[in-house]
């Protein structure tokens, strides 16, 4: 059985006046849901189409 690559964002890789460390990882749907959740939350992002491309551009394979 195929499994879908994990995906993942590392806020770390990202600089912030937070320093933030928050890494999340799981399926592509996953991870774009919880980091735009996160990016509007806690680092006050507006939440539009343009953040959701902004983070899909940013993911990376999850190394295993």
Known sequence: ????TRKMIDC?????D????????????EV?????????SAHGHPDSPELVASLRSV?????S
């Open 1 to 4: 059985m195929a499994t879908a």
């Open 12 to 16: 770390r890789l990202y600089p912030s």
């Open 18 to 29: 937070s320093n933030c460390s928050l890494t999340i990882a799981g399926t592509e749907e």
């Open 32 to 40: 774009l849901k919880a980091a735009r959740e996160h990016a509007v």
């Open 59 to 63: 993911l990376k394979d999850e190394k």
